[in-house]
């Protein structure tokens, strides 16, 4: 019987107990609008409420494929929601938020794997916010690409997101159903058709994957276009989850943001508390004045 890993002192928790966090949830409540800072019990929740920044996830909380490092419910996905776009846009408003990630659940059942969606929340969201940054944290369009990266050509983001999670060793494990070269491809080819967007992907670590394998990631990532990085501690949602094989200390993340840099990624956001889109504002910031 393995015993589980106890955490580091540097894996810590904000307090949500900030007015401004329990103001935010009570309108996502009424929207029925998640977040994956509240569906993921994301760490820096408080953080990031606080500085104008959320993840919301869209095409609802139910995917279809079951990675068991994720901590989203899996089954038979709900029909699309058409007022959706325009909820999101009016929620983004009333929150005064400045930068918002928008992601979703994989939708396989979806022809366009969602595409169309992820446009008509771009543009809901712009038109009732001009000026608003808008990431997209995309699932891999898998066997979709052509036609997903033919309707997101209607309306790009400004932040083109699409996470590797891990290795490709570790692929068949922890992203059944995802293809590590598939996904390289997704940032290229979006890359190459935009090529004022800058692409974004990130890495979880601590689920067994070495540093020779990790390295050759980031260079695949650079060599397929990729300019920006986050790499962030995994830590494992329920006991039910993949075990966290190790935890880095901060200084082993700090020395690979160092690497990432030297490597040519622009902007690079390493360390143990790392999400996808932890600070993604302040990310997206130092892309512009670099
Ligand atoms: Fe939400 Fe991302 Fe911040 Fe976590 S890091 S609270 S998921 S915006
Ligand atoms: Fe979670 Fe994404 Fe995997 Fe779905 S595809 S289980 S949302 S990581």
């Known amino acids: 019987t393995e015993k589980p890993q106890r955490k580091p002192k540097w894996i810590r928790a904000q307090s949500q107990a900030r007015p401004e966090v329990q103001r935010i949830k009570g309108i996502l409540r009424e929207q029925k609008l998640h977040t994956v800072c509240e569906e993921a019990s994301c760490p820096n929740l408080g953080e990031c409420f606080a500085h104008g920044t959320a993840t919301f ?3 609802g909380d139910i995917c279809t494929r079951r990675c068991p490092f994720c901590d989203v419910a899996h089954g038979r996905p709900e029909a699309l929601d058409a007022d959706e776009p325009r909820h999101l846009a ?15 659940v994989d939708r396989d059942d979806l022809r366009d794997g969602g595409a169309g969606h992820f446009v008509d929340c771009i543009r809901e969201v712009r038109s009732l916010n001009p000026g608003m940054k808008i990431e ?4 891999d369009f ?3 690409m052509d036609r997903a990266l033919e309707i997101m050509q209607q309306a790009p983001p400004d932040v083109f997101n699409h996470n590797l999670e891990t290795v490709p060793r570790l692929y068949r494990e922890a992203r059944p159903g995802a293809d590590y070269a598939w996904s390289l491809e997704l940032l290229r080819q979006f890359r190459e058709q935009h090529p004022g967007v800058p692409t974004k992907s990130g890495l979880m670590l601590g689920l067994g994957e070495t540093r020779e394998e990790l390295l050759e990631v980031l260079q695949d990532l650079r060599d397929h276009g990729c300019d920006m990085l986050t790499l962030g501690q995994y ?3 329920s006991r039910h989850h993949l075990p966290v094989t190790r935890f880095l200390s901060p200084e082993e993340f700090d020395e690979l943001g160092d690497r990432a840099r030297e490597m040519g990624f622009k902007q690079v956001a390493s360390g143990p508390m790392v999400r996808s889109s932890y600070h993604a504002d302040l990310q997206a910031q130092g892309l512009e004045t670099a």
Do not use: F, H
């Not at 929620?91 to 992601?103: N, P, S």
């Not at 997209?136 to 699932?139: C, D, E, G, H, R």
């Open 142 to 144: 898998r066997g979709r």
């Open 235 to 237: 830590l494992q949602p």
């Open 136 to 139: 997209i944290l995309v699932p």
């Open 57 to 59: 996830m869209i095409m």
């Open 90 to 104: 009016e929620t983004i408003q009333a929150l005064g938020l400045k930068y918002v990630v928008i992601t979703s």
